[in-house]
């Protein structure tokens, strides 16, 4: 695909999607949707991590409600199940480590679109809002999904009703994303941590990935047979046996991903 609205760059195991309006906020359209997720479908086939940002000031300022997607009527329903569902689907359900490195807002949509993300890394100037209550509709491309998660029903009840900024602050305090960074440290940290994620141990990210998410749905026991599964594929990898010799003498592990 000829991309023209997002950049895409692969490099070292690393992926690196940038939403590229940044005269629109990175607000998404139609096409944008397409890109992005085409553009995870081609990391998934090479890359060992994958992250998500956003070019300007801004990380994603949600739907563009001037895109009517060429047929002067913006269908809402048809959207999201047309277009967001896939898109969400691709980032959250990447076998490899999903980073959202939210330089700027993420509201509306936008906001979703970080949260569907394994790890949210967010500079301390950035904020998370759930706008949609502002132009009457309800959150959606997963928010009432990702929200009570990360949140608990009482704080993504007030987020989603209110339509409150949240900085990145207050939303690394509640859970909602991993940490937020002083913006000055903002691009060298969420690099340096997607490095580590891309030279790491690939098939054990993923079983981690699946291990946590699942959790939730099974009892201890059950959870405790999974852990045995996915824990006896892991150790019979290449990077197994590379971390138990690294560690035995003493040097930094060399992680092929298989």
């Known amino acids: 695909m000829d991309y023209k609205e997002i950049l895409f760059t692969l490099e070292d195991g690393l992926a690196v999607i940038t939403l590229n309006r940044a005269n629109r906020k990175n607000a998404l359209t139609s096409r944008m949707r397409s890109e992005i997720t085409h553009a995870m479908q081609a990391a998934q086939a090479e890359a060992r991590a994958v992250v998500l940002t956003g070019a300007g000031d801004a990380f994603c300022s949600g739907q563009d409600l001037s895109d009517a997607s060429g047929s002067g009527d913006l269908d809402l329903e048809r959207t999201l199940r047309d277009e967001y569902l ?3 689907e691709a980032i959250y359900n990447c076998p490899v480590p999903v980073v959202a490195a939210v330089n700027g807002a993420a509201a509306g949509a936008g906001a979703s679109l970080a949260l569907a993300a394994d790890v949210v890394i967010a500079s301390e100037s950035a904020f998370f809002m759930q706008a949609f209550s502002k132009i009457g509709l309800m959150p959606d491309a997963g928010g009432t999904w990702f929200l009570p998660r990360q949140v608990g029903m ?36 969420w690099r340096e941590r997607a490095a580590y994620l891309a030279q790491g141990p690939s098939k054990a990210f993923a079983a981690t990935k699946s291990a946590l998410r699942e959790s939730s749905g099974r009892s201890l026991m059950e959870q405790l047979s999974e852990e045995a599964h996915l824990q006896g594929q892991c150790g019979k990898t290449r990077d197994f046996l590379e971390g138990v010799t690294a560690f035995m003498e003493k040097r930094p592990a060399k992680f092929e991903g298989r």
């Open 86 to 88: 896939p898109m969400v």
């Open 154 to 189: 009482a704080k993504a009840m007030g987020a989603a009703l209110f339509a409150d900024r949240i900085s990145a602050k207050q939303a690394s305090d509640w859970g909602m994303i991993w940490e937020a960074v002083p913006d000055a440290e903002f691009d060298a940290h």
